[in-house]
């Protein structure tokens, strides 16, 4: 009897996500897994035969900075993600959350998607309304204090009582498999906490081992205080730390992420587990409203370009730069983004060329930095991370400017988000593993999303498999949505 497989991937380079060099290899796959790495002999049968003759095989990619809370379920396909080789999708960045539900700040609308109360119904929605990517998340800690203060501006420190049922509903997430805490701490409410305050409900992921994820309080001049502050909470707490988005932003602080590597390497020497993210560009994301707030637009901070990505009240104005609106409502920049925010309100997100690419480079090239998008699903012109934050690094920085080495690449990829997140059976390609994966030619492989034009797919990767299934197929996304929740330390 010949053996049977439901899809074969013959004859691709695989890399397995540990960083190692690549083998020869076939895989056959049976259901949501992975039963054979090695020779699959010419006469098993398969439903399909997929040909990876020089093309790369590697675990699918696990986005572990993803604002996608309430995409999954309005575009359940998840174009940009899909097919730029994401697999596994990691919610709840930067503080913001979906629960408890009243507080949900949602950058998609809450238009027709399905209810919940609290992250063990937020599980079982993306479990009855499937996308195309598996769902895990982090507990915004923005949220949880949005719903014990009320008013998100109002600047006085949690009470006790209101303490401790932040933590209580920490608890909770964390019993229903959310992988740890997040914060933004330049955004309302989160600035208002203090580093004790973000401590104490921190202290909740001490038994879960969950980790402690920061948008921290400065990403300019303060920037390695505002690191000190993210190692120190994840040592009070005694957590893994993961610092959102690695960057000096600004012309100003151009090259400090020199000192704040050496300073997450200190961390480290001294036993601590401290990574962070990065998207592979010199631009940022946020709401206009945050920029105003943190004083980008004060006339010392230097010329840097602001691109409108997405305008809820007035889409005419997306793609736009504020500089060019200013210039037609004959106002200064700081009066112009008024303006704007008093027209179209707090739903503004602006792209700001901030970085260096130096910086970019010097991040990306680093043992301690694993990749995530960032990606904002909003609006005609997000910035172009959405979709080509994977095959970025892997054409431009990997085979075109020769940064790193593919296997490291794919390793910040899969293998290292994987065990940081505490994801098993992802992340890996090895027997008994989840079938997430990606075929794509090293050769050819490039991100075709830009500033001008964002929503583009990437060259090069033919075939993203979730769960099994094809999601990506000859190029083409197939509209399948295998993808499923996936809670903390389960497969
Ligand atoms: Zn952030
Ligand atoms: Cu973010």
Not at 414 to 431: V, Y
Not at 435 to 460: C, N, Q, S, W
Request: aromatic share 8%; glycine share 10%; charged share 25%.
């Amino acid at each position: 009897m010949p053996e049977h497989y439901d899809r074969i991937i013959r004859n691709g380079a695989v890399y397995d996500g540990s960083g190692a060099p690549p083998i020869e290899a076939d895989l056959g796959i049976r259901g949501d897994t992975i039963a054979t790495v090695g020779a699959v002999p010419h006469d098993a049968e398969a439903g399909e035969v997929i040909d990876a003759t020089g093309h790369a095989v590697s675990p699918g990619f696990i986005d572990v900075h993803s604002h996608d809370d309430t995409l999954v379920f309005t575009e359940p396909e998840m174009f940009g993600k899909s097919m730029q080789g994401i697999t596994t999708v990691i919610n709840g960045n930067c503080g913001s959350g979906v629960v408890p539900r009243a507080f949900r700040r949602t950058i998609t609308g809450d238009e027709g998607i399905p209810d919940w109360d609290d992250y063990a119904g937020y599980f079982a929605a993306v479990e009855a309304n499937p996308p195309a990517v598996n769902v895990a998340t982090l507990v915004g800690f923005g949220a949880l204090r949005a719903a014990v203060i009320g008013d998100r501006a109002d600047p006085r420190p949690a009470t006790d009582d209101e303490r401790a049922q932040m933590r209580t509903w920490m608890r909770e997430s964390l019993e229903a498999g959310c992988v740890g805490l997040s914060t933004g701490l330049i955004y309302e409410p989160d600035r208002y906490a203090s580093m004790d305050e973000v401590a104490a409900v921190a202290e909740e992921l001490r038994p879960f081992e969950a980790i402690y994820a920061s948008h921290v309080r400065g990403e300019g001049e303060t920037l390695l205080e505002a690191h000190a502050e993210a190692i120190e909470i994840g040592r009070r707490a005694n957590v893994p730390v993961q610092i959102s988005h690695h960057k000096a932003s600004g012309p100003k602080v151009w090259g400090l992420v020199n000192d704040s590597l050496a300073q997450i390497e200190r961390a480290r020497a001294d036993g601590f587990d401290v990574t962070a993210d990065q998207y592979p560009y010199t631009a940022g994301s946020t709401r206009l409203f945050a920029m105003r707030q943190n004083g980008w637009f004060e006339p010392d901070e230097g010329e840097m370009e602001v691109l409108l990505a997405a305008v809820a009240e007035r889409p005419e104005w997306e793609g736009r730069t504020v500089a060019d609106l200013a210039g037609e409502f004959d106002l200064p920049i700081d009066q112009a983004v008024n303006k704007i925010l008093d027209e179209a309100g707090h739903g503004v997100f602006a792209i700001i060329f901030s970085m260096s690419e130096d910086d970019v480079r010097t991040v990306l090239a680093h043992p301690t930095t694993m990749i995530g998008t960032d990606g904002i699903g909003a609006g005609s012109r997000p910035h172009p991370r959405l979709w080509g934050t994977y095959p970025r690094v892997l054409g431009r920085y990997v085979r075109d400017e020769g940064l790193l080495p593919l296997e490291t690449a794919i390793h910040k990829m899969t293998g290292m988000p994987a065990a940081k997140f505490n994801l098993p059976g992802r992340g890996t390609i090895e027997e008994g593993a989840v079938a997430d994966l990606v075929v794509f030619d090293p050769a050819t492989v490039i991100d075709v999303a830009t500033y001008e034009d964002p929503k583009r797919p990437p060259a090069g990767m033919p075939w993203v498999l979730v769960n099994g299934e094809p999601v990506v197929r000859a190029g083409q996304h197939t509209r399948a949505i295998p993808g499923r929740p996936v809670r903390f330390g389960q497969r």
